[in-house]
């Protein structure tokens, strides 16, 4: 089932796993207290009816693959609380979807956020968010892009991005809609931006984006990717993903599994090993960083482009 896929990161349909994402956080308040992994008030507002319909679909498949987006979540947020009381000044979130740690975590609220996602997403989630509250966050940036023709970095820099601040990259449910290519030109042109910062991202293992794994509903799952425009990619080993990191400029490299998050937050390894979560800082200037990058071309942190149906089902509203 292993097949190539070109350069592309055009993402029709990229704002369905953006509620999707939020409706399977929203889900962890339907459990008892004491067995949620997160808690997001945010969550079930932004998800809306398609995306709870989307976190029952899922459920039937297996009820680990919505499990795991809520541990996800839950290890992004200690990860950045931490960053936060180190010092790191600006978050910039790659691909936001309808995430609401702006909102949510009170250490957010403290720190110049970037959102950078395709408008088609954006503008709703910035419709949505003025209903709630009246108008948006004053430290939020939100920034536009089309992934695969605009410049990360030149568009951060148009936006007010502060190359001398400490800065959180969190790239949160996308590489695995991604290919190598696009994945280490990104890090690299990150990695540019300061030495000190840091990125969290996550990764899937390559034998479920090819189907030779026995997890539950897994092919199942990469139908219903492929059914809307949105197959899985790319899959890595960590000890791969740690060179890849290395080359690009990073170093205090960590990788953790979803069972060993599974463990931490629920005492179980009763999960597949479905997702790897990767910290890293860049190197200081005197490391040598063995890959630059100067070409500006195509850079990929994915997102969904499209028109985005909950566009007219707001107006509606």
Not at 19 to 43: C, M, N, Y
Not at 112 to 119: C, K, V
Not at 189 to 197: H, T, V
Not at 246 to 252: A, E, F, I, L, P
Request: hydrophobic fraction near 35%; charge should be neutral; proline fraction near 5%.
């Amino acid at each position: 089932m292993k097949t190539t896929y070109s350069k592309t990161i055009e993402k029709p349909s990229g704002f369905q796993f953006a509620r999707w994402s939020a409706g399977a956080k929203a889900f962890e308040d339907t459990l008892p207290p004491e067995q949620r992994v997160i808690h997001d008030p945010l969550a079930h507002y932004y998800a809306g009816q398609a995306g709870m319909r989307m976190v029952k679909m899922m459920h039937v498949i297996n009820p680990n693959i919505r499990k795991a987006i809520a541990l996800r979540a839950r290890y992004f947020d200690d990860h950045s609380r931490q960053c936060v009381k180190e010092g790191y000044e600006q978050v910039v979130l790659l691909g936001a979807g309808y995430d609401s740690r702006y909102i949510r975590l009170p250490e957010f609220q403290r720190t110049t956020i970037f959102e950078l996602d395709l408008s088609s997403t954006q503008v709703i989630k910035k419709a949505l968010t003025r209903r709630l509250y009246g108008k948006l966050p004053n430290n939020v940036v939100y920034v536009p892009i089309d992934f695969s023709k605009d410049s990360v970095t030149e568009k951060l820099m148009a936006a007010g991005y502060q190359t001398h601040g400490k800065t959180l990259f969190i790239w949160e449910g996308v590489t695995l809609f991604l290919n190598q290519a696009i994945i280490e030109e990104t890090l690299g042109r990150l990695a540019e931006l300061g030495q000190g910062n840091r990125i969290i991202f996550d990764f899937v293992p390559p034998e479920l984006v090819d189907d030779e794994t026995d997890y539950k509903g897994n092919r199942q799952l990469l139908k219903l990717c492929a059914d809307v425009q949105e197959p899985l990619t790319f899959g890595c080993q960590p000890e791969r993903m740690k060179g890849i990191l290395n080359s690009v400029g990073y170093d205090k490299i960590k990788i953790v599994s979803m069972r060993e998050a599974n463990r931490i937050y629920c005492e179980s390894e009763n999960i597949e090993d479905s997702y790897f979560f990767a910290t890293a800082e860049v190197k200081p200037n005197d490391q040598d960083h063995g890959l630059i990058f100067k070409p500006k071309g195509i850079i990929g942190c994915g997102g969904g482009n499209g028109e985005d149906p909950l566009r007219s089902e707001f107006k509606g509203r």
